[in-house]
């Protein structure tokens, strides 16, 4: 366990003992969809870790679905599995307990109404007040065609909407929606959390989807008095805090980018074998702004974060989860494609228009999607309502440096950054 995990635990400790009114039952009741999501398990994790002495006060509700003919229950005891280099064994079969008897699963599909969740688990999650209720479920996809915008609109926009209907029938505490620091859409320059304007152009529908459904959430909040928190996270990157470091459930944004270069060289050389050793050299120009960066933070730095709001019964609404400091666009780019060992690149200002076809296979897809965020100018993510959280559970998020850098893409390829071949 990490000295800042130590000194986290020791806080939330105080926190319960000064009996804060969201925590002071006697048991805490959590509810949480998208547990299974890649910020949702680690907040998970960070929940059993807190109260890993005390799981007797900890109710656990998760509400998400059955994937690929495997259970809620099945899928959550797997992903627990990777909290053995967190916990000790037997803190780690208590846990694994915990959530064979202890937890209470509802099978719930984020875009059918409430009322379609069956008739015991709604009385389950009516039976007492819910401390937390933390929303995370939602699609991230970048793509701009009809199907995605339906779909965006169904899952993020309708979907929270459902929540919000759900807990109209619960006793809630208080609402915590995880939204995006892209919200802000194209604005740059300082970027405060409760920044919201609609009326500008936005990269992509899913920034917008996150922003109206953020808006309905504040909308919810001060027409029904039931408190709800915002949170809004930059790109999230794996583990640089909690064993194993680097760890990461998925592999888009960055990843993704990487992944292209892979998948590319995969096709040139004709095969997966010896893919890291072999060098590849690729022509082609990469549009970025040689002076900017982007801003990653590590997932479980945002999960602690996040719980440590709720636990300090902070009186704020609006916070964004974010790094301190932007990672350099000319220090992570090279970085990957060495990581994939991909040669003969270059980078360029503007998108050229002369394509060669590496270059516009490139920019197709993955380049028209990236290419805006990896040229913006400076978004300066304001954090000043959460710094007084941070100081009292003397959390810092690591800075995401090249060598913390080497280590997301170290893990990431001991996955071969989520590419499926033979
Ligand atoms: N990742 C980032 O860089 C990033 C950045 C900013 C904000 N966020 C926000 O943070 C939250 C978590 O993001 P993430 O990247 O960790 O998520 P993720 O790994 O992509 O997982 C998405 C989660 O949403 C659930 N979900 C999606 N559609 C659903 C549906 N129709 N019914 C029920 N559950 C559904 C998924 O359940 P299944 O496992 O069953 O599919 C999964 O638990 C999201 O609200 C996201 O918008 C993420």
Request: one cysteine or more; hydrophobic letters at 35%; a negative charge.
């Amino acid at each position: 366990m990490s000295d800042s995990s130590t000194s986290i635990g020791q806080q939330s400790r105080t926190a319960l003992s000064q009996g804060s009114p969201a925590i002071s039952s006697k048991k805490t009741r959590i509810a949480m969809t998208g547990a299974t999501s890649l910020l949702g398990r680690n907040l998970l994790f960070e929940i059993f870790k807190e109260n890993i002495h005390d799981l007797d006060r900890l109710e656990l509700i998760l509400l998400g679905r059955a994937k690929e003919s495997q259970a809620l229950r099945d899928r959550v005891r797997e992903m627990v599995c990777e909290m053995s280099e967190m916990v000790s064994p037997d803190e780690l079969s208590h846990i694994l307990d915990y959530c064979a008897h202890r937890v209470i699963y509802v099978d719930s599909e984020l875009t059918e109404p409430y009322t379609k969740i069956d008739s015991h688990s709604l009385h389950q999650l009516q039976r007492a007040p819910i401390d937390f209720f933390f929303h995370l479920a939602a699609i991230s996809n970048f793509r701009d065609t009809p199907a995605v915008r339906e779909l965006l609109h169904r899952t993020n926009i309708e979907g929270t909407l459902n929540t919000l209907e759900l807990i109209r029938e619960l006793k809630v505490g208080e609402y915590c929606y995880t939204g995006s620091a892209y919200v802000c859409g194209t604005t740059t320059g300082k970027i405060y959390p409760d920044y919201i304007n609609l009326d500008q152009p936005f990269h992509n529908p899913y920034e917008l989807s996150k922003l109206k459904a953020e808006i309905l959430v504040r909308e919810f909040g001060t027409a029904t008095g039931v408190r709800c928190r915002i949170f809004r996270t930059s790109t999230i990157c794996g583990r640089l805090i909690e064993p194993p470091l680097g760890g990461v459930s998925k592999y888009d944004v960055f990843y993704g980018w990487a992944a292209f270069w892979l998948r590319m060289k995969a096709s040139v050389l004709g095969g997966w074998s010896d893919i890291y050793t072999r060098p590849c050299a690729l022509d082609a120009r990469i549009c970025y702004r040689a002076a900017g960066g982007f801003n990653t933070v590590p997932v479980d730095f945002a999960a602690k974060a996040m719980y440590q709001v709720c636990l300090q019964n902070d009186p704020g609404q609006s916070y964004h989860l974010v790094n301190d400091q932007e990672t350099p666009h000319a220090m992570h780019i090279p970085a990957m494609l060495n990581t994939v060992n991909v040669e003969g690149t270059s980078q360029c200002e503007t998108i050229p228009v002369d394509l060669n076809e590496t270059e516009a296979a490139y920019y197709r897809v993955l380049g028209k999607t990236f290419t805006p965020y990896m040229t913006s100018a400076p978004m300066d993510f304001d954090t000043d309502s959460i710094r007084s959280v941070l100081n009292k559970s003397r959390l810092r998020c690591p800075p995401v440096d090249a060598a913390n850098f080497q280590i997301l893409m170290e893990f990431a390829k001991q996955h071969d950054f989520g590419v499926e071949h033979n």
